[in-house]
């Protein structure tokens, strides 16, 4: 794959009546091939998100721990700290 174009993989059946996936109409790449790199790409956007929500939680937990230090009514601390919180409930919920 890896072209720049969404591949088509036309169903096709067998002599014994089982349908199955024919290469892509475009690029001719087999279906199984296809869905092989797609599997291996929802596991690495998996990890992905699951380092993302790591580094978020230690940056929440950064901030918590050194709240207490800034100025009481410090705008950008209250800013960001709502953007970790959003961020951090959106990864969750996806």
């Known amino acids: 794959m890896g072209s720049e174009h969404e591949c088509i993989f036309p169903e096709e059946r067998e002599p ?35 380092g993302i929500i790591r580094d978020m939680r230690a940056l929440a937990d950064d901030f918590n721990a050194n709240g207490n ?18 961020i951090l409930e959106r990864l969750q919920r996806d």
Do not use: F, N, Y
């Open 16 to 50: 014994e009546g089982r349908l199955i996936l024919a290469p892509c109409l475009t690029c001719g790449t087999p279906a199984v091939d296809a869905i092989a790199q797609l599997k291996e790409d929802v596991r690495m956007w998996g990890d992905t998100a699951e």
């Open 69 to 86: 230090s800034r100025e009481l009514g410090d705008p950008a601390a209250r800013v960001w700290h709502k953007a970790a919180r959003l």
